[in-house]
């Protein structure tokens, strides 16, 4: 009686000898051995290699011991990958700006005067929807003295405004931390002024995920205020900074980055700066251009990503606000 080879799945003939299909089998055992962890250090193989570099978190070791004998070795490009590691995240795009809750468009991030704060409810409400006008159910218009958002009433008094961002502080409000913290640097709004209590709610509000806080930080070690100035760390902190979306952070490391002669470092920051809003980037992009470090496909680039940016945050509310008030409500 005649036997027929049986196939397998990906088309190759089984062996009537040992009934294994050659071909799946060395797939398999390519797998499980790039599975298995060598120590880079004395290539002992196993499960329990898992002691990782802290540093670029590439190689593996079975114990402190080989990671320490192998420092000498790795330091180069542990120090190549980690740079390369920074580079991705620093010049990533970061993420926008919420919408406005009332109208639903992209916040402008000029952010001083284009938006405003609201210590009843923590919403953050554009110059828009701030000066728009509020009628009654008979068309009739009524007097704006409630939050857009929640109509709460606006505070009557300056000592009734702080307890209200105190409690907005005691829910872990980052905002409302950076808000304070700015009013202690300044001496402002009832507070007397005070670097190190700035100092130590920018820390908190930025760990909570308030961009300029940190750029708040950076300028303080840029310019010794309440702290020693360190250049190193107020450029760490501007990084950090411009990774949560802060322009002005970013336009910052643009002109550190062309002090330093890296006009390439300098052209990747102020074309995200100009994406996110940035007029005074997209002058910097020109004069890169014109001095012959960038070139006009650059400059269109970042032209085009500038007034893209226009065209999501526009809107006929937000123009006649700062026709109104261009101290108050200027958006771009």
Do not use: W
Not at 101 to 110: D, G, Q, R
């Amino acid at each position: 009686m005649s036997t027929s080879n049986s196939s397998c799945k990906d088309g190759a003939s089984k062996s009537n000898d040992d009934g294994i299909c050659e071909a799946v089998g060395s797939k398999l055992q390519k797998l499980s051995t790039a599975d298995i962890s060598v120590c880079a250090n004395c290539g002992k193989e196993g499960d329990n290699v898992n002691n990782i570099c802290n540093k670029c978190k590439q190689v593996k070791y079975c114990n402190a011991a080989c990671k320490k004998k192998h420092r000498h070795k790795h330091k180069k490009e542990c120090e190549r990958r980690v740079a390369e590691l920074h580079d991705e995240e620093l010049f990533k795009q970061p993420p926008p700006e919420e919408d406005c809750p009332i109208c639903f468009l992209l916040m402008p991030t000029l952010g001083s005067t284009g938006c405003r704060y609201q210590t009843c409810c923590g919403k953050i409400i554009c110059s828009g929807c701030i000066h728009a006008p509020v009628f009654d159910n008979q068309g009739n218009e009524v007097d704006n003295e409630k939050c857009p958002f929640c109509r709460t009433p606006e505070p009557k008094s300056e000592k009734e405004f702080n307890q209200r961002r105190m409690k907005r502080v005691d829910l872990d409000d980052p905002i409302a931390m950076y808000n304070v913290g700015c009013d202690y640097r300044d001496g402002s709004t009832g507070h007397p002024q005070d670097y190190t209590k700035a100092l130590e709610l920018f820390y908190r509000s930025g760990e909570l995920g308030c961009a300029i806080a940190y750029l708040n930080i950076g300028y303080a070690y840029n310019h010794g205020k309440g702290v020693k100035v360190d250049k190193k760390k107020a450029i760490h902190y501007y990084e950090l900074a411009a990774m949560g979306g802060n322009v002005s952070a970013r336009y910052n490391l643009g002109l550190e980055e062309q002090d330093a002669g890296n006009m390439n470092r300098a052209l990747k920051h102020h074309t995200i700066a100009a994406r996110n809003g940035l007029s005074e980037s997209l002058e910097v992009i020109k004069e890169l251009y014109t001095n012959g470090h960038a070139t006009k496909d650059d400059y269109t680039k970042a032209l085009r990503l500038y007034q893209a940016y226009l065209s999501e945050i526009k809107s006929d509310q937000r123009d006649k606000a700062a026709a109104f008030d261009s101290d108050d409500y200027r958006y771009y």
